[in-house]
């Protein structure tokens, strides 16, 4: 009799699955500002204006602080044109200016997955519906416009912000890393987070939710936080 095979468990099939496109280099529009494809020459001076000084902003970063705005242009210039990391300048609709920095980085077409990283945003972004709202539509281009399946947020396991923050995007924690990286000749322990296809959903309706301007008084503090307006089903943890 011919050997028995051994029943092994393997995953669902992905039903219709098919190569995704990558993110587009192209501007994301939303209410309170927008992600523009970054350019030195055209976001270099707002950039480093609301950033010069403020050298926290680069403790968990790979580069930075910069001497001065030539070294910081300059450097721009060299990530402008990189497809992975593709790099976004977050513009405030109110003010017109280039205020921070994301990127869309680790692009698996493939898989349909692709992670936000290389975040920085200048203090006076920091905390607004413009720094909120720039997370979301990197999210919704992913899910909305690619139909990716997985969103991926990691940082230094030390960087208290950016997990709470991950927290806060309805990202679920899946775990650390240790020993992942050397930063600036240092360990770095990495955190990761992710929001998967089936969660999107809920967490769209969040950050609708939350960016409605209805969710805000006349001096523009909001009434109920994201977690709060998040549907329970996806509340991460």
């Not at 699955?17 to 707002?46: F, M």
């Not at 290389?118 to 997370?135: D, G, S, W, Y």
């Not at 992913?142 to 912000?161: Q, T, V």
Request: hydrophobic letters at 45%; one cysteine or more.
């Amino acid at each position: 009799m011919p050997a028995s095979r051994e029943e092994r468990p393997v995953g669902p099939l992905v039903e219709g699955w098919s190569e995704r496109a990558r993110p587009a280099r192209a501007t994301i529009a939303g209410a309170y500002g927008r992600l523009e494809p970054l350019d030195a020459t055209k976001h270099g001076d707002d950039l480093w204006a609301a950033v010069a000084g403020h050298d926290s902003v680069w403790t968990y970063l790979g580069y930075g602080p910069f001497s001065g705005r030539d070294a910081f242009v300059a450097w721009l210039r060299g990530r402008e044109e990189l497809t992975d990391p593709l790099s976004y300048a977050v513009v405030d609709a109110a003010s017109g200016k280039a205020l921070g920095v994301l990127t869309l980085m680790e692009i698996r077409p493939a898989a349909g997955v692709v992670e936000i990283g290389h975040i920085f945003f200048a203090p006076v972004l920091q905390k607004t519906r413009a720094a909120t709202e720039a997370i979301f539509l990197a999210m919704r281009h992913a899910f909305d416009d690619l139909g990716y399946r997985r969103f991926e947020w990691k940082c230094d396991a030390l960087n208290a912000p950016s997990r709470a923050a991950a927290i806060r995007f309805g990202f679920t924690y899946e775990g650390i890393f240790r020993q992942h990286m050397v930063i600036k000749g240092r360990n770095r322990d990495t955190a990761w987070y992710s929001i998967v296809d089936g969660e999107w959903p809920g967490v769209k309706a969040g950050f609708a939710a939350w960016l409605a301007p209805t969710n805000f008084d006349a001096e523009g503090r909001q009434k109920a936080g994201l977690v709060d307006l998040r549907p329970k089903a996806v509340h991460a943890h």
